[in-house]
């Protein structure tokens, strides 16, 4: 089992920068691929970003790329997400989640097994 708690969320301004944090509790953390997914009352669940199970290597949705950096420590079993040159279309319910024992970085919902209670991130223009 494994317990996800986000941190960092809050409301900034367009251009702001804002960091995220998840951290996991459990044995597992640094066995699973770690992402970040996003959510508004108008959309599903939409992925942003995932890092691989020793940090080496990461993927980001087009529209966060070049913007937002996923990192981990697994000695601290906690994820990063560094959201810079934030947007109003960012404004969303962030989410961690796991996927354990996958050796990619996956993009899709369904190979997540477990999900945090999600940070509010309110950017205004």
């Known amino acids: 089992q494994v317990q996800l708690v986000e941190s960092g969320g809050g409301l900034v301004q367009a251009g702001d920068s804002l960091r995220l944090s998840c951290t996991a509790s459990g044995r597992t953390f640094s066995n699973a691929a770690m992402g970040w997914f996003r959510q508004t009352p108008a959309k599903v669940r939409q992925f942003v970003a995932t890092i691989s199970r020793s940090g080496g290597s990461t993927t980001y949705s087009d529209s966060v790329k070049g913007r937002f950096t996923i990192s981990r420590d697994n000695a601290q079993n906690t994820v990063y997400l560094q959201m810079n040159s934030l947007k109003p279309e960012d404004t969303a319910v962030y989410y961690c989640?796991?996927?354990?024992?996958?050796?990619?970085?996956?993009?899709?919902?369904?190979?997540?097994?477990?999900w945090g209670q999600g940070t509010q991130v309110t950017v205004s223009s």
């Open positions: 989640a796991a996927a354990p024992s996958n050796y990619g970085t996956p993009t899709s919902r369904a190979l997540y097994d477990y």
